[in-house]
C-alpha cells in the first residue's frame, strides 16, 4: 500500500522532469524565497515556511536575479524540496532542470544552450552525482558522445 501510496504522489514530478518542457506557475502563484524563512537541522537539512506561518510550505518557490528574471524555481512539499526544479541565466532561458527528492537534486535531468537546445541529458544521485548513462548533443540535436557513470 506504501509503494501505491508513493507512486501516485510522485509519479506526475517525475513524468514531469523526464519532459523538456516543464511548465510552472506564473509568479503570482508561487512565493519568494526571500519571502520565506527556514529552519536548519532534521533529517534533510533544512524545511521552508512562508513567512508568517507555522505549517511548512507546499508549493512552488522562486528566486529572482535583480534584473527580475527567474533564477531558480522549485517545488516544495512540506517545506521540503519534492518535485521540479528549474534554473534560469541572468537573461530568462533555462539552462537545466530536473527533480528534487527530499531536498537532493537526484533523478533525470536535462541541461540546455542558450539557444534552448538540448546540452545534455542524465540523471543524478546523492546530490547532484552523475550516474548512468549520460547523452551529449551539438547545438543541433545530433548525439556527439555518451558517458556511462558507475559508483
Known amino acids: 500500500m506504501k509503494i501505491i501510496i508513493l507512486l501516485v504522489c510522485f509519479f506526475p514530478f517525475i513524468a514531469c522532469a523526464q519532459s523538456d518542457s516543464i511548465s510552472v506557475p506564473p509568479e503570482s502563484e508561487m512565493v519568494s524565497m526571500n519571502d520565506t524563512k527556514v529552519k536548519y537541522g532534521g533529517q534533510y537539512g533544512q524545511r521552508y515556511f512562508a513567512n508568517g506561518s507555522k505549517v511548512p510550505y507546499t508549493g ?11 533564477e531558480s524555481v522549485q517545488q516544495f512539499v512540506d517545506g521540503i524540496g519534492n518535485g521540479i526544479w528549474i ?13 528534487l527528492i527530499d531536498n537532493r537534486v537526484e533523478g533525470p535531468v536535462t541541461f540546455f544552450y542558450e ?3 538540448i546540452k545534455s541529458k542524465g540523471k543524478y544521485l546523492d546530490w547532484k552525482r552523475p550516474i548512468g548513462l549520460w547523452t551529449f548533443y551539438d547545438r543541433k540535436g545530433n548525439i556527439v558522445s555518451t558517458r556511462r557513470y558507475t559508483r
Open 87 to 99: 534554473d534560469y541565466a541572468p537573461d530568462g532561458k533555462k539552462v537545466g532542470q530536473g527533480t
Open 115 to 117: 539557444d534552448g537546445s
Open 60 to 70: 512552488f518557490l522562486y528566486a529572482s536575479y535583480d534584473n527580475g528574471k527567474l
